[in-house]
């Protein structure tokens, strides 16, 4: 008797999953309506007015990883936007400059000078880059 409950469980089991994972033929109508919305990103962001020049791929760098542009002078952006983690600081909550708790994550850099739109601070409409956070 139990022998026959384990069997039904198994198929009912089995009948559940194969309704779950989706068929090839949805995965591939899900890569075609993406391919039409979705574009491959460019190789830069250069344009005829700003090249990428290696002087400026130099100075972006240094200013990357330099703490003394930070408000108190001892955090550089890679310390919440770390390159080995995909330009995040894998936290739930960011420490920013003076040890302070940021409301919310480090986002990523990487493709920033791609985005045409910046994230809006939800109480004040203020891009995140201008609110000041109280500690």
Not at 18 to 32: C, H, I, K, Y
Not at 42 to 58: H, I, L, S
Not at 106 to 125: D, I
Request: proline share 10%.
């Amino acid at each position: 008797m139990a022998h026959g409950r384990c069997a039904r469980s198994l198929t009912v089991a089995a009948i559940v999953v194969a309704g779950l994972v989706p068929s090839e033929a949805a995965d591939t109508g899900v890569r075609v309506q993406a391919a039409a919305i979705f574009k491959p990103l460019p190789q830069d962001v250069a344009t005829p007015e700003n090249p990428v020049t290696p002087e400026r791929v130099q100075l972006g760098r240094l200013l990357f990883f330099e703490p003394r542009v930070s408000v108190d002078g001892t955090v550089s952006c890679a310390r919440c936007h770390q390159p080995a983690l995909y330009g995040t600081d894998a936290l739930p909550r960011s420490v920013g400059a003076r040890h302070r708790t940021h409301p919310r994550n480090a986002q990523t850099v990487l493709n920033a000078g791609l985005q045409f739109v910046q994230p809006r601070h939800r109480r004040t409409g203020i891009p995140p880059s201008r609110v000041r956070w109280r500690s």
